[in-house]
C-alpha cells in the first residue's frame, strides 16, 4: 500500500508552489500535482528526491520527468475533461497519473517490459483506469484512433509520420524534437487532412525515444 502522510502532502505543496512561480498557470494541474504522490513512482529511498523540481532516474536507463517538464508539456495539450489521449513512453507512470486525474481517457504505450508491470501497480494502487500496452510508441496505436491528444514524452528527432496522421483534425500533439543533449518542445496542432500547424516552446532535456522492446 502507498503510504501517503502530511510530510508527503507538505513537501507536494512546496513543489507545486515552484511548478507555479515557473509560470504554470492551468490551476487543475497544479490541483492534479498536489493530489498525486510522486514518491510512489520511484524507490522509497529516494524520497527527498521526490518532490525536488527535478528528472531523476528510475529502472532500465530512464527518467521521471522534472515536475515542471510534466507540468509545462500538460499545459500545452489543452486538456479537456474525457478526451482521448495517447502517451507515448509511459516511464514511471507519473505523467500518466497526471492526465488521468485531469478527467482524460489515457492510452499509454511503453517499450521497457520492466517499466509497463511497474506503473500498472502503482496505477491500480491510486485507482486510475488508465490502458496500458506494451509496445513500439512510434507507431502509435492505429487501433483505437484517433486520438483528441498525443503526448510525446522522449526526445524524437522528428514527430513520427504515423502519429500525426492518428489525430483528430483540431487534435494537438506535443513532443520533444531533437537529438543530442537538447530537444525543442513542439506544438502541432491538425488543421486538416493532410495539414499541421507547427509551433515551438522552448528547450528541454530528455532521454531519446527508442524502437523496438526491452
Not at 509545462?72 to 474525457?82: A, G, N, S, V
Not at 513512453?89 to 489515457?106: D, H, K
Not at 500525426?164 to 530537444?183: E, F, H, M, S, T
Not at 495539414?195 to 532521454?207: A, S
Request: proline share 4%; aromatic share 10%; with cysteine.
Amino acid at each position: 500500500m502507498i503510504e501517503d502522510s502530511f510530510l508527503h502532502w507538505g513537501l507536494r505543496r512546496k513543489l507545486v508552489d515552484q511548478v507555479k512561480s515557473k509560470g504554470i498557470l492551468d490551476q487543475r494541474i497544479l490541483d492534479a500535482m498536489l493530489k498525486i504522490p510522486r514518491h510512489a513512482f520511484m524507490d522509497s529511498s529516494f524520497l527527498k528526491f521526490a518532490y525536488q523540481d527535478q528528472a531523476f532516474p528510475i529502472a532500465s536507463g530512464q527518467t521521471i520527468s522534472q515536475p515542471y517538464t510534466v507540468a509545462f508539456q500538460t499545459e500545452l495539450i489543452k486538456l479537456e475533461i474525457h478526451q482521448k489521449v495517447l502517451e507515448v513512453g509511459t516511464g514511471s507512470g507519473y505523467q500518466a497519473a497526471i492526465l488521468a486525474e485531469l478527467g482524460a481517457r489515457v492510452y499509454t504505450v511503453e517499450r521497457i517490459r520492466k517499466l509497463y508491470q511497474e506503473a500498472q501497480v502503482i496505477h491500480r494502487e491510486l485507482g486510475y483506469q488508465v490502458k496500458f500496452f506494451l509496445g513500439d510508441g512510434n507507431m502509435g496505436l492505429p487501433s483505437y484512433a484517433p486520438f483528441d491528444r498525443i503526448l510525446i514524452t522522449a526526445a524524437t528527432p522528428s514527430i513520427p509520420e504515423a502519429l500525426k496522421q492518428q489525430l483528430i483534425i483540431g487534435g494537438i500533439l506535443v513532443a520533444p524534437v531533437g537529438q543530442g543533449d537538447n530537444q525543442i518542445m513542439t506544438k502541432c496542432v491538425r488543421t486538416g487532412t493532410d495539414t499541421f500547424d507547427i509551433t515551438t516552446h522552448g528547450n528541454f532535456i530528455f532521454v531519446p525515444m527508442k524502437t523496438g522492446l526491452e
